[in-house]
Structures are given as C-alpha cells and as structure tokens.
C-alpha cells in the first residue's frame, strides 16, 4: 500500500473528515445492538412480548413474526441512536473545524494522508472536564478508514496528540471512548493508556447499560 503522511488539517479536507468521522461512528452500531441483546432485561423483555402475543393469538407464527418485528425495530433504534450522535457532532465541534481546533488555543486537528486522499483524522482540544484544565489536552474523533487499518495510522495519529501536548507544556492526555468500541480500547491500552473511569452518558443508556470509558496517558518525565 502507498506511503501515508500526518498533516495538519486544511479547509479542503471538511468533507473528507466529517464523512471519516460519521462512518467510523455508525461501523459501532451493530456492536451496541449485540450489546443490548446480551442483557438478561432485554431477553426477558422480548420473551415476555412473545408469550404475551402467543397467548393472545394462539399462533406460533404470529408470534414469532411480532418478535421478528420487535427484534427489527430494536435494531433501527439502536442504529439511530449512533445516527443521532454522528448528527450532533456535526453540528457541534466539526461545523466549524477551523474555528474550533485550529484557532482555539491548545488545538489542533490532523489527518493521515495517502495519494492524496485523507485516510485518517484525530484532534486535541481542551478538555471539557474543568480539573483537567492546565493539566491534559483531550484526544478527540479518532478514525482511520476501514480499508487503511492495520498500516499503525491510528498509533502514529495518537502519538501526533500525545507529542503536541508534550510540546505545550501539558503532562497527560485524556480520551473516552465507548465500551463497545473493542478495537479502540485495546490501542489506547496498549499505548499505555489507564482506564480511570466509566459512566453512562444519560438514562437510556443506563438503562440499556451502556457505558462510557474514560481513559488517561501520563506523558513520561512531565511534572
């Protein structure tokens, strides 16, 4: 395969990234749905739906089809779910990439690039949390198109982030990441970043116990 290079982003890539960016979100939605099947509830509740039906219409088949349509409505909703997110982020930090990561102090945005077309993105903003302030930058919207996987792009963007924020006098670097999001988990891990904490984003996904992971690099020699 072509030689990739990391840059940092320029205003011709806007479509490039937020594309990247939405279909590496949505790639998770058929995980978040097996995830939600897994739970004893979930089971119980389209057990419960079948019995129910069952003994209402006497019929097997009319049965099996409600839970057929059950099972496929839970999967448009789950899909939706991940839509909705991929919505929102466009409309929030990556509607005006510039403004948001390059023009804001202590943030950037770069994109891996291979015969001339952007094969992978990652940015550093300040974090939300206000006591990391003056402490990390946040490692945000990591993606690497499928087919570009395996080639270390992830790894060399991750340490892009971990360097900038070495650079500008900062001593860690902190991301989150979802629970079903496997492959992340296991490069930010094996980086040497610690899992610090999990917790669910709002109450339908504490529901559906769906959890957020939370994790944080110490840059070696920082004070």
């Keep these: 395969m072509a030689p990739y290079r990391i840059r940092q982003y320029e205003d011709g890539d806007y479509e490039a990234v937020r594309t990247m960016f939405g279909r590496g979100i949505k790639e998770h939605a058929p995980a978040g749905y097996i995830h939600v099947l897994k739970h004893p509830q979930t089971q119980l509740l389209f057990l419960g739906l079948f ?69 992978g993105m990652v940015g550093a903003v300040l974090p939300k949390d206000s006591s990391e302030r003056g402490h990390a ?25 971990i360097r900038f924020a070495q650079e500008r006098g900062y001593s860690a670097v902190v991301l989150s990441t979802s629970m079903v999001q496997y492959s992340a988990q296991q490069l930010y891990e ?29 840059i070696p020699g920082s004070r």
């Design 51 to 119: 019995l129910v039906v069952l003994a209402a219409s006497g019929s097997l088949l009319v049965s099996l089809l409600a839970l057929l349509l059950a099972l496929t409505g839970g999967w448009f909703f789950i899909r939706s779910l991940w839509t909705d997110y991929v919505q929102q982020s466009l409309r929030n930090d990556l509607l005006d990439i510039r403004r948001t990561y390059l023009e804001a102090v202590d943030s950037c945005l770069w994109v891996a690039e291979a015969e001339g077309a952007v094969v």
């Design 137 to 161: 930058l946040e490692l945000k919207r990591m993606s690497v198109g499928r087919e570009h996987r395996g080639r270390g792009i992830a790894r060399a963007l991750c340490r892009t982030v």
């Design 190 to 218: 094996s980086m040497g970043f610690r899992r610090v904490s999990q917790r669910s984003p709002s109450l339908l996904a504490s529901f559906l116990q769906f959890s957020v992971f939370y994790y944080r690099y110490e």
